[in-house]
Structure formats: structure tokens, C-alpha cells
């Protein structure tokens, strides 16, 4: 299991860390006085179930079905143009680049977030696959492509490292920028959605702001889907302001 870990990385390497030193040191303490079993013990469960929780979602095979759980009700179409946020080492877009689309993926490439994460690890994976993937430097709140350029954005387990609404906000306004009219928008994060700490209600009237419309909430096990497309009939000229292509 560790081994395929390796492909896509470990999330969160700092939490993985805090809540092994956790389980390491309670346990232990439990070994050498048993008397503060009762004090010490709840330390070790935390540490138990946040290092297993962590692991899991880690896990290739785990993040390989929720990518084909979110692509199945993507159905993205050959020649397509998608867009990958938070890419990381590649699972969606170089999924997606199988798939026939034009796949390109973005990310700022955080060691805090993925261990391992940097653009030489997803091209490396990329070249191992045999399969063409335009990658590139790139951050949610400022996406380096012109207005209307994809027919589709995922965006996996990136949405809990944005913590201010004013981002989320920014980001989600991006995310309808860079889009055509009609375009499909994938959001996957851990359940309960961290990040800005939006319930349900909140993020899809969030949503329906910037004019994404029929927002769907599904689980996959620990993880939240968001499924919902843009439609820009609505939309203000003045929302939409362009940007220099990096094409």
C-alpha cells in the first residue's frame, strides 16, 4: 500500500506527522504507567483514527476510485479541453489525457499539502504513462488562462488548504471565468468540507452567485462531490473581465 502511495503522494504530510508523534507518544506512555491509561488514551485514539484517516485518503487505489466515481458523471468527451486545479501529481489529468481531452492541469506545487508534490514528480508520472499533459505553474484564486477556455474543470482535494470566504470567493469566480457557457465544474474535497467551513446551503448559494447552477452534493465514501455546471446567460458583461493568454 505504501508503495502506491508513492505514485500520487502522501496527503498532508504535516497531519500525518502530528498524529503519528501523537500515537507514538501516548502509546507509549501507556506502556510505561499504565495508571494514565484513562488520560492517555483518548490521545491514542485520536492519533490512531487521524493517522488511519490520512493514510486512507492517501491511498492511490482510494483516490483512483473517486476519480473514476467523478469522471463517470463528468462523461468528458474526446478533444475536450479540461482543466485540472490543484493537480498535484497528475491522477485527474492524466487520467483525463486517456481519455482523449485535452488535458492540462495546474498547481502551486506545496510540500505542506502533497509530499512530494512538484512538477518533475507529475511529468515524471505523466511520461510513465506515455501520454501528453500541459502543465503548468498556476494558483486557483488567479488561473492563467483566458475567459472561456475550457469545456471542463475538476478540482480535487484543494478546496480544504483555502481557509478565507474572500478566497473561496475569488476562486469559484475563477473557476466560472475560465469556463464556456454550459461547461462542467467537479469539486472533491475530505467530508465534511474544510476550507472556508461552508455548509452545504452555503456553498451552493455561493455557487449560484457567480451562476453555476443545478448544484449537487454526493458522498464517495470521506469525500464530498460537488457537481454543477456554469451557464453565463445571466451574467454581467462587467463580471467577466479578460486576462492574458499563457498559451
Known sequence: MFLRMLKYGIQGPDAVFAFGFLLILSGTRICL??????????????????GSLMIIESNSKFRERLRDFSLKRR??????????????????AIELAHKGCSAYGIDIWSNQDLLGNSLGKVK???KRDGIEVDFRYGDIREIPF?????????????????????????????????????????LADINPFLGPGWTKSVWKNELEKENFKDVEFNNFLLTSVIFTYVSK???????????????
Open 33 to 50: 504507567s499504565p495508571e494514565y491509561i484513562i488520560l492517555f488514551l483518548p490521545l491514542f485514539v485520536i492519533g490512531f483514527l487521524g
Open 75 to 92: 462523461d468528458p468527451k474526446n478533444n475536450q479541453k479540461v482543466l485540472d486545479v490543484g493537480t498535484g501529481r497528475g491522477l485527474f
Open 124 to 126: 515524471k508520472n505523466m
Open 146 to 186: 483566458v475567459d472561456d477556455f475550457f469545456d471542463s474543470v475538476v478540482c480535487s482535494y484543494l478546496v480544504h488548504n483555502i481557509h478565507k470566504p474572500s478566497e473561496m470567493r475569488m476562486a469559484i469566480k475563477e473557476l466560472g471565468r475560465v469556463t464556456k457557457d454550459g461547461s462542467k465544474v467537479l
Open 233 to 247: 446567460k445571466e451574467k454581467k458583461s462587467e463580471g467577466f473581465i479578460g486576462k492574458s493568454s499563457c498559451d
